[in-house]
């Protein structure tokens, strides 16, 4: 009997950081994963999407007790646990959060701040934690029109993929936009998102 060749499994995170549901930076995380729902290399492949939105996670702030300094667990025991298990296992991560006063959303910058264990982890304990090269991106949207707007919210994400063992593939980011539904406004915005989802390669 002839062997089928096992479906390669790929594992995809979006983490939607605005506290907005169906907002600006929703609307185009949900495009980029149309796009992914639509590229032929990856859709044969077992595919594994998953979301989190960090507003409706029930988890607390890093209360900062160094505990995870010790053996690189955190001794908050929430819903950050089940989550530290997808940061690690995922072959691909997607984060998306408006600019609040010239960084990330306050849900997201307190999810960032409980992966401090994984800045324990590589580090003070120098335990790698994954093994698989990983890429990721940043979406983000800004009622601010400056040039450097986004400027901080990028070292956040980029602090953030380094402990997680990610490269920073690229960003999508997006000045003047405010109100909901603001980026339907820019038709290229979206059609760029869904452009790299469908043309994502993990060969």
Request: charged share 30%; hydrophobic share 35%.
């Amino acid at each position: 009997m002839e062997n089928i060749p096992e479906k390669i499994k790929i594992s995809i995170l979006l983490i939607y950081g605005s506290p907005r549901r169906n907002g600006n930076t929703d609307e185009l995380m949900n495009k980029f994963e149309q796009g992914l729902l639509c590229n032929e290399k990856i859709i044969k492949s077992s595919l594994s999407i998953e979301k989190i939105f960090v507003s409706s996670l029930k988890f607390s702030p890093c209360i900062e007790c160094r505990h995870c300094s010790i053996d690189g667990e955190c001794a908050l025991k929430d819903e950050m646990q089940e989550v530290y298990d997808k940061l690690i296992s995922c072959d691909f991560i997607a984060v998306s959060s408006p600019v609040f006063f010239t960084s990330v959303s306050g849900y997201l910058k307190a999810f960032i701040d409980r992966c401090q264990k994984f800045w324990a982890l590589k580090y003070e304990l120098k335990k790698r934690v994954v093994y698989k090269e990983r890429k990721g991106i940043f979406i983000s949207t800004a009622g601010s029109g400056s040039d450097t707007i986004f400027d901080c919210p990028k070292k956040v994400i980029k602090a953030l993929f380094d402990v997680l063992y990610v490269k920073y593939d690229r960003d999508f980011v997006y000045r003047s936009i405010d109100f909901k539904d603001d980026i339907l406004k820019i038709p290229e915005a979206l059609k760029e998102v869904h452009e790299y989802g469908t043309a994502l390669n993990f060969e």
